[in-house]
């Protein structure tokens, strides 16, 4: 079952919405909204839009969790990276080895989507690549980072490598002051690397959103 073509269906007949009025409401096309509710596409860059014009939160409206009331939910989003305050940017893994000199334009053409659970203003979105995270994190989901929350033992971070300007997503280990990341699959040819001066860790991992 597609959950977010249901909670769609849901809320359009709470509110008798056909789908030309849900478009016009949401400032996209029927076509687009067609294509939501039949799963010929599973997300869509106007998740917000579309979730104020349903009255409900986004979250819900993406994962069925919570309530679909729009409590908490600002529903006055403005799409500048400063004011963002419940949608976020999903960034490239290189985008994510130099965050802070993301331009805003970037930011404007990159999906966003809302944050489960509250963050700082700075927090991005990556999609999981690879099975080393496995099973903890499968690849395709999206995890927010937040570069405010602190590193500290046993939390997944995203590390940048300083010679490769790229980042790697990783469990951070602290023991006897020594830090070291690692993999959560078993498997991993390499599961655990110490971190020797060659990596700073742009974020902490604080939530995940699986949209399959």
């Not at 976020?88 to 893994?93: H, N, R, T, V």
């Not at 010679?163 to 006897?176: G, H, M, P, V």
Request: charged share 20%; with cysteine.
């Amino acid at each position: 079952m597609n959950l977010l073509a249901e909670n769609i269906r849901i809320r359009m007949k709470h509110l008798d919405l056909t789908q030309s009025k849900l478009a016009e409401l949401a400032g996209t096309t029927q076509v687009t909204i067609n294509r939501l509710l039949s799963g010929k596409i599973k997300k869509t860059t106007k998740i917000i839009e579309i979730a104020k014009a349903l009255e409900c939160d986004p979250n819900w409206l993406l994962t069925g969790q919570g309530s679909p009331s729009t409590v908490g939910f600002d529903a006055n989003v403005v799409e500048t990276h400063h004011k963002l305050q419940g949608s976020f940017p999903l960034i490239s893994w290189v985008q994510a080895g130099d965050w802070s000199a993301i331009s805003l334009t970037e930011i404007h053409e990159a999906e966003h989507y809302p944050c489960p659970v509250k963050c700082s203003k700075d927090t991005f979105i990556l999609k999981v690549i690879g099975m080393s995270m496995n099973p903890v994190f499968t690849e395709g989901e999206l995890v927010f980072i937040d570069p405010d929350v602190e590193p500290t033992n046993g939390k997944y971070v995203v590390a940048r490598l300083d010679d490769e300007n790229e980042a790697t997503f990783k469990q951070l280990i602290i023991e006897s002051g020594q830090k070291f990341l690692k993999a959560a699959n078993p498997d991993w040819p390499t599961k655990i690397q110490p971190i020797n001066g060659n990596c700073t860790i742009v974020g902490v991992v604080i939530s995940a959103l699986r949209l399959f």
